[in-house]
């Protein structure tokens, strides 16, 4: 069915920038909605960025501008470009898709994760 695989994390200091990827096999079609979400350790699942197919982008709060999502189609891949790091931006960072916009029960389909680790 659906595969996702992450990559593009890693150490970095405050204010660096990052740019995760998020390679999807399989299809996805009409009305399939995907997102970011990242995860720290005794924190909840935050979403913090959202596209659907129809190109309508979406940004949680803890974005302040600072992130951007993506979807280069010729190359199947979902980005996530992030600016101006902090230490709160620090966690598991996951990729996910639904062929349902918005999913009827939560995302169907999940990546791996691609860790994030910002430094003061």
């Known amino acids: 069915q659906v595969q996702l695989v992450e990559s593009g994390g890693g150490s970095v200091q405050s204010g660096g920038s990052l740019r995760l990827s998020c390679v999807v096999s399989g299809r996805l079609y009409m009305n399939y909605c995907m997102a970011w979400f990242r995860q720290a350790p005794g924190k909840e699942r935050e979403e913090v960025a959202g596209?659907?197919?129809?190109?309508?982008?979406r940004y949680g709060d803890s974005a302040k501008g600072r992130f951007t999502i993506s979807v280069d189609n010729a190359k199947n891949t979902l980005y996530l470009q992030i600016y101006s790091l902090k230490p709160e931006d620090t966690a598991m960072y996951l990729c996910?898709?639904?062929?349902?916009?918005?999913?009827?029960?939560?995302?169907?389909?999940w990546g791996q994760g691609t860790q994030v680790t910002v430094s003061s």
């Open positions: 996910a898709a639904d062929l349902w916009c918005p999913p009827r029960k939560g995302y169907n389909y």
């Open positions: 596209i659907d197919s129809d190109g309508s982008t």
